[in-house]
């Protein structure tokens, strides 16, 4: 009996699948135009900042706002430094991640001006300061995960070290300790469903940050 298209391919060849989906989008995302990546990244910082002023319970004025676990993009990722700005100004707690061995992430709190140094891990930038863990974090309303594409079923494919895959598996969606998680990505890389190939240590996103706003997933349309 031959296979039936959706039985689960073997791991090397989703792995082969994911190189050569990263490789055209990596190419895909340098040759947008530096003016669409700013004019995105700001439209991007907009939709973020008024999701969170939809949802967010915000305590009393006097009180610290949650943390927002971000990142800091880095060329020619989506700019997250307008988000990053706005949210500090707003009085959010910014953290962003730090790679550590064996694929883990810790976090630093970031503000306007911090120190930063570039990771000996990854070609991405990381505040000099203190290191913690995710659980040592004041009140995280929301993490922003990175992506080079997400699929309209919420599946993400990323750099490919596998960091954010190891770190939200340990708060798995659907359990009560979940922390709300959406994806950022340009508009060109919001994908049809299935076009991001999984593996079963893939953690799906329940919606993903565009220019154009939040799409969550139950929202994302018909099954392609
Ligand atoms: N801004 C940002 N920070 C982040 C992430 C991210 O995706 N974006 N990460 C998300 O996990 C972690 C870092 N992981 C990364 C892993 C690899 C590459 C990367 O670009 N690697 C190679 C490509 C190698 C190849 O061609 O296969 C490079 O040097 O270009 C970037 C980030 C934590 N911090
Ligand atoms: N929870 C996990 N435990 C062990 N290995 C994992 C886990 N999650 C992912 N991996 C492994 O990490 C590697 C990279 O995973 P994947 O291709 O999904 O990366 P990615 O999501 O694109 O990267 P990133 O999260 O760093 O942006 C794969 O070999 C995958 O099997």
Redesign the pocket.
Known sequence: MSPSPRASKP?AEV?AD?ARL?RSLRQARAALAPADRQDQSAALARAVTDHLGRTAVLPADTAPRPTIAAYLGVDPEPDTAPLLEELHRLGYGVAVPVCEPG?QLSWTAWAPGVPLQRSVRAPVLEPTGPRLAFEDLPDVALILV???AVDRAGH????????????L?RHPLGHADAVPRLGVVYRSELLPAGDVPT?P???PLPGVFTADGLLEVGSLGPPV
Not at 156 to 167: A, K, L, S, T, V
């Open positions: 791991p792995g994911k990263r694929y990175p992506a080079l993400r494919i990323g750099q490919g070290g596998g960091y954010y895959d190891r770190f598996a593996e240590c893939d953690q």
